[in-house]
């Protein structure tokens, strides 16, 4: 399929982009899209959650009040979950979330997640960029060219550039990776999908 190619000035050129069919337009599979989305949210999380048990609570172990004969429950030590300032019962512990996927599937989610922005028209080619200076005006002039005010935009580069990644951390709803760092969450997370025209065919080598 053919795509048009976009200038940083927001005007479409002439020329045209090729995509890939294999990536950007098969039948997205939605279970692969799920499944890849839970480990990178999975993966982002601390784990570093932790509550107090009655064995570490500070206080005596001592037994509050006869086992029989006071017409109440048995009590046994302040540190029981069941009272004021005793120990969580079962609380949360340390944990780590994480856990692995097969790279085929990996590469099948982002596969689709593509074809769905490509069917969504929500993806867009865009001539390659670069800046001489960190300017994040400059960035934001061309976000403005491209109509895309206020959403928000994934921008795929096909090389490092660290003048672009810095022009744009500071907007909130721009997101600059490139084809080595990017992943299913952020294209499907984006209103607008931008791939700079060396990104296409690194994306086209790494997912087939």
Same mark, same amino acid.
């Given at each position: 399929?053919?795509?048009?190619?976009?200038?940083?000035?927001?005007? *479409?050129?002439?020329?045209?982009?090729?995509?890939?069919?294999?990536?950007?337009?098969?039948?997205?599979? =939605?279970? @692969?899209?799920?499944?890849?989305?839970?480990?990178?949210? @999975? &993966?982002?999380?601390?784990?570093?959650?932790?509550?107090?048990?009655?064995?570490?609570?500070?206080?005596?172990?001592?037994?509050?009040?006869?086992?029989?004969?006071?017409?109440?429950?048995?009590?046994?030590?302040?540190?029981?979950?069941?009272?004021?300032?005793?120990?969580?019962?079962?609380?949360?512990?340390?944990? =780590?979330?994480?856990?692995?996927? &097969?790279?085929?599937?990996?590469?099948?989610?982002?596969?689709?997640?593509?074809?769905?922005?490509?069917?969504?028209?929500?993806?867009?080619?865009?001539? %390659?960029?670069?800046?001489? *200076?960190?300017?994040?005006?400059?960035?934001?002039?061309?976000?403005?060219?491209?109509?895309?005010?206020?959403?928000?935009?994934?921008?795929?580069?096909?090389?490092? &550039?660290?003048?672009?990644?810095?022009?744009?951390? &500071?907007?909130?709803?721009?997101?600059?990776?490139?084809?080595?760092?990017?992943?299913?969450? %952020?294209?499907?997370? @984006?209103?607008?999908?931008?791939?700079?025209?060396? *990104?296409?065919?690194?994306?086209?080598?790494?997912?087939?």
């Amino acid at each position: 399929m053919e795509a048009k190619v976009y200038s940083v000035s927001g005007k *479409a050129s002439s020329a045209k982009a090729t995509l890939s069919d294999e990536v950007f337009g098969i039948e997205p599979n =939605n279970h @692969a899209i799920y499944l890849d989305v839970k480990q990178h949210l @999975a &993966n982002r999380r601390q784990g570093t959650h932790k509550s107090k048990e009655r064995n570490e609570i500070a206080g005596s172990t001592k037994k509050l009040k006869k086992q029989k004969g006071t017409g109440g429950a048995r009590a046994g030590s302040s540190k029981s979950g069941t009272r004021v300032g005793g120990g969580r019962i079962f609380g949360p512990r340390p944990r =780590n979330y994480s856990f692995k996927l &097969n790279v085929k599937l990996k590469r099948l989610a982002r596969k689709s997640a593509f074809s769905y922005q490509m069917k969504n028209d929500a993806l867009m080619v865009l001539e %390659d960029v670069s800046m001489d *200076a960190i300017k994040t005006k400059d960035f934001v002039f061309m976000v403005s060219a491209l109509s895309l005010d206020n959403q928000k935009v994934l921008l795929i580069l096909g090389n490092k &550039n660290d003048n672009v990644y810095l022009a744009s951390r &500071n907007l909130k709803k721009v997101k600059v990776v490139t084809v080595e760092s990017f992943n299913t969450y %952020d294209v499907l997370n @984006a209103r607008k999908v931008i791939v700079t025209q060396s *990104a296409i065919s690194r994306i086209e080598e790494i997912l087939n």
